[in-house]
């Protein structure tokens, strides 16, 4: 008679983990348990519909550094199985992978729907059955079994994989097996705020700016974008992840700073002292005269600093020199509240890490108990690299489980 895995969760850990226990080992009866009618839902929106699968980040020790939680726990996994063997997989199941200029990996139709065609596909050839509509209920240790009771029936386990993402009712089911949860809060947001000297510029970017978090040794740098409710882009958005803590403490009231050229103040205000000698005749808001700040926030930077927008060179004093100056490197914003990124809603909190064996993903409470996904309390900043953690820990997983 076959042994049963039932895995809990119908996304990429689920998936990737079914798959890898059916093709390991023919002897496991695999079934994946969804609480909806729709499996896959993450990986549908992922990338704005395209799928971002992965990031092309081929060092361990370079990848675990765009994880604000799981950075330690995640060294010795990436070794057996990180975003090279990712692409191989995919590639190898005939889904052809592109790595775009910012190293974000998609599959080259464009279509998150390639992706999870060769996951279901994957698994129907692998024979893993996928039932919908299985709201998990209760789940129990029976001796060395699990019984998982959903809202339609009754499963028992041999080995279980509990792959829920970030699911407060699975997570409650899994206090009341002796583990601990380390409570969620936001992880992947943009800033709101309301400053004239962003106001009505939405749009705008800037190609390197650096950010920080005021009170804290927070920071980070990159693309930043002015939108409708205050400030966006790969710079805020791997600030909010790695602050994430930090900011829900502060109930997301909290002071932000921004050096549009990531340059010292020094460096910026010299430099304003030569373009006003050779611009003496000029008008101050005629051009931005940094190709990194578009004119309209050129403009905005210039009338924060006390100058006017009619003003020459000529007329600028030292002390509003030093006024733009300061505000180039060193705008500080107040900010209230926090804007989720697009429609991929990404928490830290979790099984606590420190309750579970990195070398199989398996609980050290309960054997044959293992964990995979975003229902750990690992996460990462925007770029693939979540997926990642969902393919690593689904395949270290599986493998654990398809050896008897």
Known sequence: MKQKVIIIGGGAAGFFA?????ETNSNFEVIILEKGNKILQKVKVSGGGRCNVTHACFTPQELVEFYPRGKKELLGPFHQFMTGDTMEW???KGVPLKIEADNRVFPISNSSQSIIDCLVESANKAKVSVELNQKVESISKVESRYKIITDHQEYIADKLLIASGSNPKIWDLIVGL???IISPVPSLFTFKISDNRIQEIPG????NATVSLIDSS???????LITHWGISGPAVLKLSAFGAIFLAEKNYQYKVKVNWLSQP????????K?????????QITLKSNYEEIPKRLWVKLVVASKIKSEQRWADVSNKQLENLAFQLTNTVFNAEGKATFKEEFVTSGGVD???INFKRFESKIHKNLFFAGEVLNIDAVTGGFNFQNAWTGGYIAGNSMAKN
């Open 265 to 272: 103040f020094s460096k910026i205000f010299e430099e304003l």
């Open 353 to 355: 890490l420190k309750e």
């Open 90 to 92: 995919f590639e190898n």
């Open 204 to 207: 705008i970017s800037v190609p």
């Open 18 to 22: 079914a798959i890898t226990v059916a």
């Open 274 to 282: 030569n373009i006003k000698d050779k611009n003496a005749k000029k």
């Open 178 to 180: 002796g583990h601990r």
């Open 218 to 224: 927070f920071e980070s740098n990159g693309p930043l």
